[in-house]
């Protein structure tokens, strides 16, 4: 007997752990149609992981106050041994974080896996999503560079559009008139804090969701099969003769999880300020402003909106709105086909939305 | 029913804050950015007849506007307000007087000033020597770079056999100097903390700029070598700087390695238990 087993016997005497991997890893079945797809969340997982451990580091030297943020960075990057690395992993990692979300809701999209039952699987990834890009754009502003100052003086002044509460709300974001050490107090609590505990709340949720309803099988890569009636009580989708998580999909969320990594690093390494214009090392100047403030790759297409509609508050109510079907689209399209094949109506608004989407980030870059 | 009813009021609820939520989020058109209230010299002047208006044109295009400096920096005056712009109670100074330009020029420009008035250039002041603006214009006033000295300008006034021998001997410099100057925005560009040597490179630019109104070669060359060393040694620093990045290539080569590695075994590992 080794040393090893004797450890885990101690152990599985006191909490039973074999059954544990037995129920949760061994004989935790999936579909045997399950594709890479489906390593997403295990890729966004390890990628706010990431995040998580490289903002800690950072902590431990950036110091949030106005007068010292921009130096800060700058010691973290030319000072801090391997200081250059934690930021730039920290910076590039928020991006790729976004577009792996992205790709994400794209494929629960196009497998129609938002459907009956797991409208709240979809409604709290949806929100997650929301507070992604909210942890983004507060963290843009703590670097206190140029691109920091103006593009959260840009943001914060949409709020002004809504009638009647929109000065008081700027005021509020901002903490003041104007973009000022306030505002950088209130987006760095909002960064550290408030953001990430809600991330990982809602994680929890859309895990706890997912272990509820099981793991959906996708619409294709399988023998054509009768849609099944809606349950009218609770069923937990199961896949008798499916696949073990663990050691098969295991492996596969290994190899996306390491290929996800190859092309973050890759970033990291060879192009890391693929995602910086120039003016976002230098340091913030409220008396200078710079000539063309650009939002970051994934709001382009919301900064473009904004700009076709010659009044602001059109231009916000209607991405609002798109939103909001977005998040309600469970209970919108209720239809129980969820190959996309089949849904010809709903493939053509997914390829039309997805180009309108890319089609204004592009204008939004050149124009 | 009535569950789904509560269920689809308790979503709507939660939903009505998107817009809100959306609004916190969304960047938006730099159009909102206001350009930056023009003073009132430019508003009158721009709608005068040519003679008053060229200045506004001829400054637009000048390095004292491109770093923000605008007519009542020179002129003096108030040019918030229209009234008492050209009020002298308001500091108002207007156009100096021929002898007055260097020392005009030289309130902010103290150092040039000293330089030209040692020169063979400012000892003739007065007495039908250049002063700032003959060789740097008046409104678009250029940067002072080694192309001011060039045989059309200087040939006004005399031969230009010595400018040319003068300005051979620095133009090794002004390549070290350009060379180094963008090496070091490169490096601005990308985060790294270029301020000390920034610093430097602008001592050493002033230097090597007060030598322009130098007009023996001997001080020239020897001045000349002194800031090339200089200037050498800031290129060293900025090649480690280099180095470093290319090491930090190579180390991501093996990172993006290991990973595609990884990712190739996992792979591999999971076909055997198909």
Not at chain 2, 161 to 177: C, D, K, N, S, V
Request: aromatic share 10%.
């Amino acid at each position: 007997m080794t040393l090893l087993k004797k450890i885990v016997d101690w152990i599985d005497l006191r909490i039973g752990v074999r059954e544990i991997v037995r129920k949760e890893l061994t004989g935790y079945l999936l579909p045997r149609n399950i594709n890479a797809w489906y390593s997403m969340g295990s890729i966004l997982l390890v990628a706010f992981a990431l995040q998580v451990l490289s903002g800690i580091l950072l902590l431990i030297y950036y110091v949030p106050d106005a007068d010292k943020a921009f130096k800060s960075v700058s010691q973290i990057m030319n000072e801090v041994p391997f200081g250059w690395l934690i930021r730039m992993f920290h910076a590039v990692g928020s991006n790729m974080m976004v577009l792996a979300l992205l790709l994400h809701m794209l494929s629960v999209l196009l497998m129609g896996s938002y459907k009956r039952p797991r409208e709240l699987n979809w409604l709290t990834g949806f929100i997650l999503f929301s507070l992604v890009q909210g942890i983004s754009l507060t963290g843009y502003l703590l670097p206190w560079s140029q691109l920091s100052f103006w593009a959260t003086t840009v943001a914060t002044n949409s709020a002004s559009a809504i009638p009647l509460i929109g000065p008081y709300l700027v005021e509020f974001l901002r903490g003041g008139v104007l973009v000022g050490p306030p505002t950088l107090g209130r987006f760095f609590a909002l960064h550290v804090a408030v953001i990430p505990l809600l991330i990982a709340a809602l994680i929890g949720a859309h895990l706890f969701l997912l272990k509820r309803t099981g793991v959906s099988t996708p619409p294709f890569g399988q023998p054509e099969t009768p849609i099944p009636p809606p349950a009218d009580s609770y069923r937990y989708e199961d896949h008798p003769g499916g696949i073990p998580f663990f050691p098969n999909y295991a492996l596969e969320d290994l190899r996306s999880i390491a290929l996800y990594l190859a092309c973050f690093l890759a970033v990291l390494f060879f192009d890391p300020y693929l995602f910086f214009p120039k003016d976002a090392f230098i340091p913030a100047n409220p008396f200078v402003t710079p000539a063309h403030i650009k939002p970051e790759w994934y709001f382009l297409a919301n900064y473009q909106t904004l700009k076709l509609f010659p009044n602001e508050l059109i231009g916000l109510s209607l991405q609002g709105a798109a939103m909001t079907f977005l998040a309600l689209l469970p209970f919108i399209d209720r239809g129980r086909q969820r190959h996309p094949l089949k849904r010809p109506l709903f493939l053509a608004c997914f390829i039309a939305g997805l180009l309108l989407w890319i089609g204004l980030g592009i204008w939004g870059h050149y124009s | 029913m009535r569950y789904r009813e509560i269920i689809m009021a308790n979503f709507m609820r939660l939903f009505s804050l998107i817009p809100l939520i959306l609004i916190a989020l969304l960047l938006t058109r730099p159009g909102l950015a206001q350009e930056t209230a023009e003073i009132v010299c430019i508003q009158c002047h721009s709608g005068l007849p040519e003679i008053y208006s060229q200045p506004i044109r001829l400054w637009r295009g000048s390095i004292h506007a491109e770093n923000d400096i605008a007519c009542h920096d020179c002129h003096g005056g108030d040019p918030q307000d229209a009234a008492n712009a050209m009020n002298p109670q308001r500091g108002f100074l207007g156009v100096p007087q021929e002898p007055d330009i260097p020392a005009f020029c030289g309130r902010c420009h103290v150092g040039v000033m000293r330089d030209y008035l040692a020169s063979a250039h400012g000892l003739a002041l007065g007495r039908g020597g250049p002063t700032c603006v003959t060789c740097h214009g008046n409104h678009q006033v250029l940067k002072a770079t080694l192309e001011l000295i060039n045989e059309k300008s200087c040939s006004r006034c005399h031969s230009y056999e010595r400018a040319r021998t003068i300005r051979a001997a620095m133009q090794e410099t002004e390549g070290l100097l350009v060379a180094t100057e963008t090496r070091l925005n490169d490096f601005k560009k990308i985060g790294s903390n270029t301020e000390k040597l920034e610093k430097e490179l602008f001592s050493l630019r002033n230097s090597f700029h007060s030598l322009f109104h130098n007009v023996n070669l001997e001080t020239v060359n020897k001045q000349a070598a002194r800031i090339q060393l200089e200037l050498k040694k800031i290129q060293a620093v900025l090649t480690e700087w280099d180095q470093a990045v290319q090491r930090r290539k190579i180390a991501g080569a093996l990172a993006v390695s290991v990973m595609l590695l990884i990712a190739l075994l996992a792979h591999l590992v999971r076909k055997t238990y198909d």
